[in-house]
Structures are given as C-alpha cells and as structure tokens.
C-alpha cells in the first residue's frame, strides 16, 4: 500500500459542511473546520502555519413531504389561528469555503453559501365567484387550495470563523480548541412566490429565504484523541441568532457532534500530526445533534418552528493526490422532537472536495 506521508495526511484536512437542521427546511450553522476523518463534526486540529485551503462542500436534505390532503387538514384544525404549515420537498445547500493557517494553533476562515429550496407548498385562500348564484352577494366565498409557491433559491449569508487550539499533549494525540464564528446578513431575502391565480405574488417568509437578514455569532469547543488506527472528535457550539429580515428571528442554536474515525490498514494517530498512514481510506460514523429555539416574529412565537434531531452519519473520505480529498457522508434521523406541525426530514446526503496549498 502506498505510504502516506505527513505532507499528503495535511491534504487531507477537510472543511466540514453544516451542522443539522433543527427544522427540516431551515438553513443551519455549522463552524468549518475538521480532521483527517470527520466529514460533519468539527475537529480541534487547525492548519498549519501558512497552509491554505480551499474547497466546495454540499448538503442535500429530503424530507418527508406532506400530502395535499394533509395540508388542508392542517388548515382545517388551525383555522383561526394564525399559523401556517407548508411544506418543502428539499434543501441544497452548496458553499465555497477557505482557510488559512496563521499560526499552528490559529486558523481564519470564510464560507460562502448558495441555498436552493425546492417545492415549497401552502394552503392558500381564494375567492370562488361560483360559489354563490346570489347577486346581491358582496363577497365571494374563499376556498382552500394547496398551491406550489416556487423555489426561493439564492445566495446565502457568509460566515467568518476562527479556531484558537489552546492545549496539544506532547505526542499531539489529544487536542482541545476554542471556535468562534460570525454568520453576516449577505444573503437574499426579497425572493417572491409564484403568482396565484390571481396573478398576486408574496414575499417568502423569512425561514424560506435563502439569507436571514440577521447578525449571529456562535462559540464553542472541540476535542480530538488520536487512538492508534483510530480518531476520535467531538464538539459543541452555540450559536446566538438576532432579529432579522420582517422581524424574524429564526431561533438561538445548539449543536453537538461526535465522530469515530478508522483508517484501516493504517494508523491516524495525532490526525495532521501523524507520519504513518498506509492507506488513503478513512472510514467514519458520525453522531450529530442539533437543538432550535422557537422562532419569534416582532417578539411573537412561532409554534410550528424549532425543535431537535439527531442523526447518525456514516461516511468515508478518499486521498486522492498529496493535496487533495474527496468525502462523503450519509445521514438519517434517529431522534426527532420538533415543535408544532412540521415534516421530519428523511435523509441527508453531505460531500465535500478540499484542496491544499
């Protein structure tokens, strides 16, 4: 088997995608960076001084679509009531991310997103001009239908994101790192729906646009232990969200990761650090959690929005070259609690292709 060598195991350190949805079709955050084997969880090993890195990463979340029938039941039982359940077939979320290593401790980074909606469904009202023979009627009587509203598709919010790795044991096995981000409001948030049939169309509501319209800031920690052929990952991070475009604000996050990794044939050791690698293969199995807030709108809750998942998220990663590296990871829920009437997501697809100089 071909050798690995510690310039080519410094190829190989990804920018991990998102954390997970709180709400099947919300946005999430995640921080950006990993190991030599997470694909999703962050890891507490930087780049190295002067090291860059540049890449793409994707996520696709299906989720559990709600029938028409379904819907205009929905609306049946919370009519009055100032609620509104839709549903959205998908969420494509695909970002161009770097970093830079200005210390060996301290990376810098930028992730830029594109978020594609896809199929984004609602009871909406009418007027019926035949339901009535009555002339003298001022009013025509208002049916439900189930109507597609588009796909408000566009580009996201960037994210500035640091990782301070404060303490290494001497044989760089155990490592511990401080993570910080700052997500900006850069994102479109004016996308319209279709026209009904009126010809009328709306402004999307704020947790269907691709961008917030918000100023967030998230901290946290992460925790790598190389074990042989074996790695181990973890981390937490708390991201506070403010109010943003029409008075929404989607919700504080908390997000919570664990990853094992194995190289088969080989030994991870300290992740980055480690010299002997005998196979370009790393195979992971992922935990990754999230818990949303309630949404609000101008200090109002939302009742249908926030919650938590769980996921497991088995995945592989391939060394293809001494800079580069491919990874792929699976995802399916495992523990569903959300808020209100909203639609479980179903599976989850991450990828990633990183590049380093």
Known sequence: MLKITKKFLLATLPIAAYGNLASADHGSVGFGLGTAGPIITNSAIPLPENRVLVGMTSQYIKN????????????????????????TES???????????????????????????????????????????????????????????????????????????????????????????????????????V?????????????????????????????????????????????????????VDLGDIFSYNFALSWSPGGTLGGGLQA?????????????????RDFQTQDGVVDPDEGGHILYISPGARFAGGPNWNVALSFGVPIATDLNGIQEDPDYRITSRFVFTF
């Open 195 to 247: 026209p009904n049939d009126e010809g009328e169309s709306e402004l999307f509501e704020t947790h269907s646009q691709p961008g917030s319209g918000s100023w967030d800031a998230g901290l946290g920690l992460a925790f790598t232990q190389g074990l042989g052929s074996f790695a181990f990952d973890s981390n937490v991070l708390y991201t506070l969200v403010t109010q943003g475009a029409q008075g």
């Open 64 to 87: 559990r679509q709600f029938t028409d029938g379904q819907l205009l039941e929905f609306n049946e039982q919370l009519e009055g009531q100032d609620r509104h359940v839709h549903s």
């Open 91 to 193: 969420l494509v979320t695909a970002s161009v991310i770097g970093a830079y290593g200005v210390t060996d401790d301290l990376t810098l980074g930028l992730r830029f997103p594109y978020v594609w909606r896809n199929n984004i469904r609602e009871v909406t009202h009418h007027h019926d001009e035949h339901a009535h023979s009555d002339e003298h009627d001022e009013e025509a009587e208002e049916s439900p239908s189930v109507q597609n509203l588009g796909d408000p598709n566009g580009i996201g919010d960037l994210t500035a994101f640091g990782q301070w790795r404060f303490f290494h044991s001497a044989d760089n096995l155990t490592n511990v790192a401080l993570m910080a981000q700052v997500k900006m409001p850069t994102g479109r948030t004016n996308r319209m729906t």
């Open 275 to 291: 010299e002997s690698n005998f196979n370009p293969f790393t195979l992971i199995v992922e935990l990754n959690g999230e818990w």
